[in-house]
């Protein structure tokens, strides 16, 4: 057997594979003692698989790890035989009359096409791939597509950022929207950077991703990117935000403030959530339906001129605040000179006596530190005790109801525009892209607890 009818088996699976003469790509019958199941024999493509499974992709879409010590007999029933056809293609034609939405590919499932033949799962990288694997898109727009990166969204630096945004800017110029299609484990940290670093947008910029593969029959993928590519298109708004499942059915899309969105869940499809504020809006039956106040987002105006604003230092930590923490992890920021720290501190804002002294060496070195709080809901409040109110006469910044990692987001944003401690210190406090609130919602952590 060679190295490509076993892709990624070694050791015992690849054995047991070439003693029932199987190859990757063939149908199966494998019996356990528990059950027998049938499907598709897919490529290990984990890094660092391990030997002792084989991975079957069965009729249903899923696909199954099977120990081999568990497989009784394991059966060849046809030779490369798919599961279920290829998805036709379609001809890449413009419509008049319909708008130009522009998606930018970072990396992701949200549209990837998957080879029933093998179980790879392929990024759709061009206009047409798009419109093959979610056509419904071609009744709705005509596409610009472009691919920027291939990354897991683990491995998305604020540099890519700062390319990003560039590229946003150049397609808003010649499209009625853009649709951003990335991962989903690091979107919010995205969504706040492009809220920072494109300012006075004329049109919505929408990111959007899934929360499970285009080949589950449970995925996301497809009702995501076209309520994004509606909202792109036909949203009265010129805001960055986050097109992602309100409910964990297929009711509708919540549209989030690119500042105010958190993923709250691993795994469910309604996995973000807006904090401390009103969600924007959803895409329901095809609409596009506002729900905050209008005095709360900017509307579209084609002739409004953005201002690209797209710096960012990557020398900003998020320290957590944990009982027992001491000063040397602080210490070890500033002597690896670090430019500015963000501690999510406990309840309204607070961080242990013992690392006071650190703080006082970040002040003396023009270091800014921020406060943020761990608690999802509700806003940093440093003057009500006493450890809040030496942490503020130490210089620490309060981030009012900000989210952890928009402060995180922003105060690298600032830091690529200004060094100076008064102005970075005004910067932080004054409300740029919706992050900051005038007052927190009270009512929103009672709607969660009641859920």
């Not at 010590?69 to 036709?88: D, M, Q």
């Not at 004329?202 to 959007?208: A, G, H, K, S």
């Not at 942490?391 to 620490?396: A, C, T």
Request: hydrophobic letters at 35%; a neutral charge; glycine letters at 8%.
């Amino acid at each position: 057997m060679s190295d490509h009818d076993s892709e990624g088996y070694l050791g015992v699976a690849r054995k047991s594979m070439e003693k029932a003469g199987v190859k990757v790509g063939d149908r199966v019958r494998i019996e356990t003692s528990q059950s027998t199941f049938e499907g598709i024999i897919i490529p290990r493509a984990e890094i660092g698989s391990d030997d002792q499974h084989l991975v079957v992709k069965l009729d249903n879409g899923y696909n199954l790890g099977i120990r081999v010590s568990h497989i009784k007999r394991l059966e060849r029933i046809a030779e490369g035989a798919p599961v279920k056809p290829e998805l036709p293609t379609t001809s890449l034609k413009t419509k008049s009359g319909l708008p130009w939405v522009s998606i930018l590919s970072t990396g992701g499932t949200i549209a990837s096409r998957v080879d029933y033949h093998t179980g790879a799962v392929n990024p759709a990288l061009s206009a047409k791939d798009l419109y093959t694997v979610v056509p419904e898109l071609g009744d709705l727009v005509n596409i610009r597509a472009e691919v920027l990166f291939s990354l897991l969204s683990e491995d998305i630096q604020p540099s890519h950022w700062s390319e990003l945004a560039k590229r946003v800017a150049k397609h808003l110029s010649e499209s009625e929207g853009v649709v951003i299609a990335h991962g989903t484990d690091t979107l919010g940290y995205t969504s706040a950077a492009l809220s920072f670093a494109l300012q006075d947008l004329p049109r919505p910029v929408v990111l959007t991703g899934a929360q499970r593969s285009s080949d589950r029959p449970s995925s996301d993928a497809a009702l995501n990117l076209t309520a994004a590519v509606t909202a792109a298109s036909r949203g009265p708004f010129a805001e960055v935000v986050v097109a992602m499942h309100r409910t964990p059915d297929d009711t509708s899309i919540a549209l989030h403030k690119g500042t105010k969105v958190r993923k709250c869940h691993t795994s469910r499809r309604d996995a973000f959530q807006t904090v401390n504020a009103d969600l924007l809006g959803e895409v329901k039956n095809g609409q596009v339906h506002m729900l905050a106040e209008p005095s709360s987002y900017h509307s579209r105006d084609s002739k409004r001129e953005l201002r690209l604003q797209p710096k960012f230092d990557p020398k900003v930590a998020l320290l957590k605040s944990t009982p027992g923490i001491i000063g040397d992890l602080l210490d070890s920021l500033i002597d690896r000179s670090y430019h500015g720290i963000v501690i999510e501190g406990t309840g309204l804002g607070h961080a242990p006596q013992s690392l006071l002294p650190s703080v006082e060496r970040a002040q003396e070195e023009d270091i800014p530190i921020v406060m943020t709080s761990q608690c999802i809901w509700g806003r940093v409040q440093m003057r009500v005790y006493r450890t809040g109110v030496e942490l503020v006469q130490r210089g620490v910044i309060p981030a009012e109801d900000m989210l952890s990692e928009t402060a995180f987001v922003k105060l690298m944003w600032v830091l690529g525009q200004t060094r100076n401690s008064d102005d970075i210190r005004s910067y932080m406090l004054k409300n740029i892209a919706g992050e900051i609130t005038d007052s927190t919602r009270r009512s929103q952590f009672q709607e969660k607890v009641s859920e």
